[in-house]
């Protein structure tokens, strides 16, 4: 699904991906962990195509094609999408209206016709349940108002309407209460098939309690130091990462 | 021969034919004199320091309309609200066309300016009100001298004017150039309540000047709702003169959409005079090319416990100019003032400008006044953010300028006119997103 290989990548002239290599299958949950600072937010904006971060060397795939010189809507409608861990306010726009908006743009790339109003209403209702989702929450402007969890509530919500081909949750758990972050978890296992790719970014282990991954990577200093399976989460959790960069200093 | 001249020279003929021996007439002489005493303004005066008239006063206007044109409504209806009743106050070419009007005089007038200069019936209140708030200076009386065609509007004591009412001024272009100076009454009697719609549209690239002055006098509780309309063809440019004078607990309140136009200067001036008014000035200016927006605002508060609220949201792109110059005047008297104003702006090129400055002149000891201006580009996360949903670049920049907007479209009060204001800022855009934006 996802191939990065080698990737170097700077903003502004600092480098802060240096040499990353992740290799996600379909039907796999990949979790990211690593120390603040270490280029996990990098990684997850230059998947999605964010424009100030300059790749310098090396290459991101998806399903065996280069997406490297695409645009971030030109990366979306080809099934990519990122849940922002600070979502952008938007005033007069509705959470249904944008949610109209970017489907129906990535459908008309795509060449197919709008999707008529009734079956988006009643994607809009079974997508809204599942992540418990008020209806009057969806007629609220976008993000204004909404409280760390709602917002990222919201973005999960927007994952299950765009049904992307690789996901990937940066830093989703954060602002989430323990309910929240149960429906959040549970949103996610169930949008989860063999025909998509999570990608999990976080820091801590609890919600990776939730979302089970396959496989766990620790991202520091630009570079994945370290892949192992779920049980390498705990490690990190009950140990730090210092003992990691121990490892690497030596 | 200079406009000025031609102007003033002009005027000796045409006072012979309107109101001889009224008091009208005696303020027609006086304010002509005003006029070729002060002239136009020039970038020398400090309140027009970033607004040249020069290249707009080089024309030859006509300045009387010389015969009568005619329009058919189905096609000039994109002009109007027409998805709404409302009362009509059409002019063509500066004449008043009644097949396009639709006016009144039952339990309100809304009628011409006319007839209710020469009419009988009106003298009482035109002596009471007409050119009694309007300032001395130049342009203001130009068009008081040259005073003849525009809206009379008078709501009587405790009435609601039942619709809204449009007032529409078009340019058919018959004329190589064309100078307009309409002038109009609104004067709202206590507990009274009216919405008024101003448009001014030319149908050719012909250059049309307007010097439009407009008086409101909103009485003890009044509610009073203008809203401009300024989306005219590059040729066109207007100066709108506007002054609005408030008694105790009114509320009163004027939205202006600048969206085109050659240059366009809004004069708004509020005067209180009160306790507990309310004093509202919403603005959004969406500009390209070598489009000039200057808003110049007045806030005058004179007595206790009275608010003012003024927010002004300006795009810029290509060689556009923006002017905020906003300026508030907080007597001794007027303690436990509230006066807010904020302008915002964004500009989307690097050869776009904006001068903001605001004026504070506060005597109060105890008020809250606040001003803010900002500068800016479209937010880089926020772009990415709305691409990243699979929203196209001219999209998503579309969404996030119409967000930017958004708190002035919403204090809009007509649903089809807010429906409309949307759609011109959608076209503005240039996208057609699948909701009402």
Redesign the interface.
């Given at each position: 699904m996802l191939e990065i290989k080698d990737l170097h990548a700077s903003v502004e002239g600092k480098e802060i991906l240096k040499g990353l290599n992740l290799n996600v299958k379909a039907g796999e949950i990949h979790a990211i962990m690593g120390p603040n600072g270490a280029g996990k937010s990098t990684l997850a904006?230059i998947v999605?195509?964010?424009?100030?971060y300059e790749v310098t060397k090396g290459g991101i795939l998806l399903e065996g094609e280069d997406i490297e010189e695409l645009?971030?809507?030109e990366?979306?409608?080809k099934g990519?999408?990122?849940s922002?861990q600070?979502?952008?306010e938007?005033?007069?726009?509705t959470v249904t209206?944008?949610m109209?908006?970017?489907?129906?743009?990535?459908r008309k790339?795509q060449g197919l016709e709008?999707m008529p109003a009734k079956d988006m209403l009643k994607k809009i209702r079974e997508k809204s349940e599942l992540l418990e989702i008020d209806r009057k929450f969806l007629s609220r402007?976008l993000n204004e108002g909404f409280s760390g969890g709602e917002k990222k509530r919201n973005e999960i919500f927007?994952m299950a309407m765009?049904e992307p081909k690789l996901a990937i949750l940066d830093e989703t758990d954060s602002g989430l209460d323990i309910d929240a972050l149960r429906i959040v978890a549970n949103g996610v296992n169930k949008l989860k098939s063999e025909d998509n790719a999570i990608v999990v970014i976080t820091h801590y282990q609890r919600l990776l309690d939730h979302i089970v991954p396959d496989f766990v990577h620790v991202l520091y200093d630009g570079k994945i130091v370290k892949s192992g399976t779920k049980e390498l989460a705990l490690e990190l959790e009950e140990k730090g990462y210092d003992w990691i960069k121990e490892e690497i200093n030596a | 021969m200079e406009l000025k001249d031609k102007l003033v020279s002009s005027f000796l003929a045409f006072e012979n034919t309107v109101d001889v021996d009224t008091a009208v007439h005696d303020i027609r002489s006086q304010a002509i004199k005003t006029f070729e005493e002060k002239g136009f303004p020039t970038k020398k005066e400090e309140a027009w320091k970033y607004t040249s008239l020069n290249t707009v006063l080089k024309h030859d206007y006509s300045i009387f309309p010389k015969e009568e044109n005619a329009l058919d409504f189905k096609d000039i209806k994109k002009y109007f609200l027409h998805d709404l009743d409302t009362y009509k106050i059409v002019f063509i070419d500066g004449k008043y066309s009644s097949h396009l009007s639709e006016t009144t005089h039952d339990k309100i007038d809304v009628c011409l300016m006319s007839s209710a200069l020469s009419n009988e019936k009106y003298r009482l209140i035109i002596e009471n009100y007409f050119n009694k708030v309007a300032r001395e200076d130049g342009l203001t009386s130009l068009n008081t001298a040259f005073s003849r065609e525009g809206a009379y509007i008078y709501i009587p004591k405790n009435k609601l004017a039942d619709k809204p009412i449009q007032i529409v001024h078009f340019s058919t272009g018959n004329e190589a150039a064309q100078m307009l100076q309409p002038r109009n009454l609104v004067v709202v009697g206590e507990n009274s309540h009216v919405q008024i719609i101003e448009r001014h549209q030319s149908l050719t690239d012909n250059p049309v000047l307007t010097n439009s002055v407009t008086e409101i006098f909103a009485d003890k509780r009044a509610i009073v709702d203008y809203y401009k309309i300024q989306n005219d063809n590059q040729n066109a440019s207007l100066i709108d003169n506007t002054y609005i004078e408030q008694h105790a607990q009114s509320i009163a309140s004027v939205h202006t959409f600048a969206f085109g136009g050659n240059i366009t200067r809004n004069n708004l001036n509020f005067y209180q005079k009160g306790e507990g008014i309310d004093s509202i000035l919403n603005g959004i200016t969406i500009i390209e090319g070598k489009q000039h927006v200057d808003h110049n605002t007045l806030v005058h508060h004179t007595a206790p416990n009275c608010e003012s609220h003024q927010d002004y949201k300006g795009i810029f792109d290509e060689k556009s100019t923006g002017v905020f110059n906003g300026k508030i005047i907080v007597n001794k008297e007027a303690q436990k003032t509230n006066a807010f104003q904020s302008n915002n702006n964004i500009l989307l090129s690097d050869k776009a400008t904006i001068n903001s400055k605001p004026q504070l002149e506060i005597f109060a000891d105890d008020v809250k006044c606040s001003h803010g201006c900002t500068i800016g580009q479209l937010d880089d996360n926020a772009l990415f953010y709305m691409k990243s949903r699979g929203i196209g670049e001219k999209e998503a920049r579309a969404l996030l300028m119409y967000a930017f907007a958004n708190n002035v479209l919403s204090s809009v009060k007509i649903p089809q006119l807010k429906s409309r204001i949307n759609k011109l800022i959608a076209t503005k855009l240039g996208v057609n997103i699948g909701f009402d934006l």
């Open positions: 904006s999605a195509g964010k424009e100030e645009a971030a809507e990366r979306a409608h990519v999408f990122l922002f600070y979502p952008v938007i005033p007069g726009v209206n944008f109209k908006t970017a489907i129906n743009e990535t790339a709008e402007s927007q765009m | -």
